[in-house]
């Protein structure tokens, strides 16, 4: 067993103010992220796509294994037959597969099986779980890390100015036979990224967020959340 090798942590971030001014700034900005459906088609440079996903890279993972694969799409014919595929499975989902429940869950969102913004956006990412390294070595936590990248992908889309949708078709096997992707790689979900379509609405019912204190729990002798 070689030994472990540390270095200084020298390279580190320092923001310009103190952690609650900064994380503020940051709150202000993420609380405007919105799961969009209609997007524009306007382009969104390829440089964009590579520093985003560069972004999603930078998370942890167990063992450092980077569990994850990005795959971007922006050719027109394979996004279309991603979108084919995608309303395949959701025409299953609204007319067999979801509950009662579910379905009434989804009705304040007014979402169906029309899936057009996957042809009119400009990229789509489909992200992958490895269930197995490249080399064909053990990963750890394989869905908590992909799920980390995943969110740091949505943030840093949003800190560009671009919007996302957290698109989970299911089943999304689909996904890996169409971008001919080998067996260790699983769908983990469809984002589309672009800017939103000039007239694009989004739910009312998806715009709230619970009073933090419903969220967090401060350690009762520091009091209520400010
Ligand atoms: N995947 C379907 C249904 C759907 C499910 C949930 I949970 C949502 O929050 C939104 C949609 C679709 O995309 O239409």
Redesign the pocket.
Known sequence: MPEPVFVPFEDRYVPAGPPEVEAARFHDALRRRR?VRMFSDRPVPREAIENIVRCACTAPSGANKQPWRFVAVSDPALKHRIRLGAEAE?RE??SRR?SAQ?LA??EP?G???N?AYLDVVPWLIVVFKLSRGDDGGKVYYSEESVGIATGMLLAAAQMAGLATLT????PMAFLGEILGRPAHEKPYMLIPVGYPSEDCTVPQHALGRRPLEESLIIDPTLGAPA
């Open positions: 799961s959701e989902l609204y979801a579910w869950d989804l969102l979402t169906d099986e899936k698109h989970t078709p299911s």
